[in-house]
Structure formats: C-alpha cells, structure tokens
C-alpha cells in the first residue's frame, strides 16, 4: 500500500484526528496522560490502558469532563493476554485501532553487579516484549486502513547509563524493533514511530527520586540537567505535542524513525 501524499492538505485537516480510536498504554499520569490528552484535543476517541485501573478511569473521567470521548480500563502491558482482552474491548467500543501508543514502562535502577533475574526479567517484559506484543495486536486490529504505533524509547536507547543496564537493553530495543516492524507493515498501511525523550518531570521521577538519592544519583540528575542545550528539564507534554505529530497526517511520510525529544541531550 503505496504512502498516501497529503500536499493538498490544509494544516487544520493534517493535525485532525476525528472518528480515530487511540489507544496509550500507561495512560494514567505523565508522559501517558499528556499524550492521551493532546490526541484527545485532536479529536480522537481514546482509550487509556493502565495497571492502575483506577487511576486509567480517572484519567478517562477528566478528559470526558472536558467533553472529549475517553475511556479507561485495566491493562498489564506485559501481559500479552491481557492486551489482546483490552484491543477488543476497544475494538468494540470504537470500532477499530487507528493509533495505538506503546507508553508504559518501567526505569528502576540497580549496580549490575547486584541485579538478579526477576529484576531484568520485569524491566524486559514490560518495555520491549510489551512493546513487541502490544505492537503486533494493534496492527492486527488494524484492518486495511492501516494505522500508526508509537513507541516510547528513550535518550538510554542511544547511549549507557550507569546503574540502569536493564533499562538501557530495553530502549535499545525499542529503537531496534520500531526500525524492524515499520519496515514490515509498511505494506499494511502502518507507520511505526519512536520518541527517545530525556529526563522528564513525571510522578513517578519524582517517587524514585528517594532512591536515586540513596544511590548516589541525584547529583548525576542535577549535572545532566545543567548540561541540556535548552536549560530546563523536559515536561510530560513536551513529548505529547511530539507524539501528536508523529500520530497525525503531517508525519504521513515518517516511518521507522527514533525522533529524539530531549532538549538537545544527544547533541553533546
């Protein structure tokens, strides 16, 4: 299926994303939440996927109160069964999946030294078998209109990182994967894009700042802060405005690529 040429277009339609059902895995709060909300804006129906089923309805329940169509639900990202359960359910409700945004993940740190199996095997399930799975269940529910999937990777997909070995294989990975499936569902009518942002003010940076600090991190943090070309600490929309573009018409000619959002991080 040749990429359609969206010249003709105005601005206003190629950011339009109305009647299209989106799908943000660890939708509940940062960078998830700010993405699920920027869709919605565009107009999309979005469902948000999260371990914290409470917490995914809260986040749906604030977007309806804005008069946007969301809703939210349990989903283990890492569990493939449970993913495929949460692709139907939206699949029903919607009527398809036009975008489906591999969001969730997990960063926590550990000396290489002292990691143990069931640490990487969590850090591993969840960032790439996840990304892997969620990936191929929503261009199954794709149909022959195909879709977009975006993948969250990370400034660790690019370079190391001391005491996150687990987390830097994973976003390695990310990168790996996104260039390996957009190649295959091209064909499909699918585009499959990454984000790498750097640090980003999240709730849950600031819940692992304790143990950043108890290692020996946060002045790591503080140095990476001060040395970004733009002088600041990303915010969780940041990324959504750029996962917005990646997901609408204007990147209709964008696939397989990691688009680094990152205040200039990998510049130095």
């Not at 449970?82 to 359910?89: G, P, Q």
């Not at 892997?132 to 999937?149: D, K, L, N, P, Y």
Request: charged residues 20%.
């Amino acid at each position: 299926m040749p990429a359609m040429d969206y010249s003709t277009r105005s601005i206003a339609e190629l950011i339009d994303l109305t009647d299209r059902s989106a799908v943000v895995t660890g939708g509940a709060r940062g960078i998830g939440e700010a993405i699920a909300t920027r869709l919605a804006e565009a107009g999309a129906n979005v469902y948000i996927g999260d371990i914290d089923e409470v917490a995914a309805k809260s986040a749906a329940d604030r977007l309806v109160a804005r008069g946007f169509a969301a809703l939210g639900g349990a989903l283990d990202a890492s569990d493939r069964h449970s993913v495929e359960a949460f692709a139907e359910l939206v699949t029903r409700e919607f009527g398809g999946i036009d975008i489906w945004v591999n969001n969730a993940g997990i960063y926590p740190m550990a000396p290489a030294l002292e990691m143990d199996e069931d640490l990487w095997d969590r850090v591993l399930d969840l960032n790439l078998k996840g990304t892997f799975f969620g990936s191929q269940i929503a261009a199954r529910h794709m149909g022959e209109t195909g879709g977009v999937i975006l993948n969250l990777a990370s400034t660790a997909g690019f370079r190391g990182s001391p005491l996150a070995t687990h987390y830097v294989a994973s976003k390695h990975g990310v990168r790996g994967l996104t260039r390996s499936l957009a190649a295959e569902f091209a064909p499909m009518g699918i585009r499959v894009v990454a984000l790498a942002p750097t640090l980003i003010e999240t709730p849950g940076i600031a819940e692992a700042m304790p143990a950043f600090e108890a290692m020996g991190l946060d002045s790591v943090i503080d140095q990476m802060v001060a040395a970004l070309p733009l002088g600041r600490t990303g915010v969780p929309d940041d990324v959504a405005r750029v996962a917005l573009f990646c997901v609408s018409d204007l990147a209709g000619f964008v696939t397989g690529s990691t688009i680094p959002v990152d205040g200039g991080a990998l510049a130095i």
